[in-house]
Every structure is written in structure tokens, then in C-alpha cells.
């Protein structure tokens, strides 16, 4: 099974004092248990190491990146001109919604790769296309 994972669920993840660490711990053992395969994208990395080094620390996210290239579980999708023209034509055409442009190049990825659940705790993510939000 192939679960697409976001900025959001690899913070709570990583940071102890993020409110859905517990849940995202238990749902990642899990699910990892069960042989799922992550799937993100490098603009998902580049946000959450972002993300980690201005609310955390330069280490926490260094170490982050190492763990994941470590790790056996995720795949990182590079976002190609294509994905970036269909994510733009998604952020255009969703003016009604504060999606940022890297959850529309995370939805343009889903879309590409036929995924349809992501573990994440952006409610975007539930307002796009019928996505499910997971855990």
C-alpha cells in the first residue's frame, strides 16, 4: 500500500511537543508494521526542513533529512515542470481555498501516482478531489 505523507505529519512526527505526535507515532508504527511505502516530494521535504530548522533547531533538521535518506520507507518524488504546470492550474483554480502551492503540488503528485490517501493533518488534504485524510 502507498500512503502519501505531508509537511504536517512529518513535524508531528519529529517534534515531541507537536499535539499529533502520539497520534502520528502510533499510525507511522503501524502502518510501517503492515509494509506500507510512503510516498512524498521534495517540495514536501524542503518545507517540513523549513519548517523544523525555524521553529526547532538546524540539527533537528539535518538529522531529519538523514533519517529519511536512512530510511527504507519513503520514496521522494521530484516535482517535474509538468506536476508544477498542473499544481498552478490547481492553485488557480481553487481561489475559494488557502491551499498553499506546495499542497497543490503534493495533490498534482497524488493525482499522477493514482493515490488517493494522505497521512496528514491539513485539512486541505480532505477538501481536494475526495483525498482521505489519514490517521
Known sequence: MRIFIDTGA???LTDADDDNHTPARNYYKDSVEKGTRFITTNFVICETMN???AKISHNVSVIFR???KKSGSFEIISITPLLENTAFAIFKQYADKDFSFTDCTS???MKSLKVSRAFAF???FG?????????
Open 10 to 12: 512529518f513535524i508531528a
Open 51 to 53: 519548517y523544523l530548522r
Open 66 to 68: 538523514e533519517n529519511l
Open 107 to 109: 495533490f498534482a503528485a
Open 122 to 124: 491539513d485539512k486541505h
Open 127 to 135: 477538501q481536494y478531489d475526495n483525498f482521505s485524510r489519514l490517521p
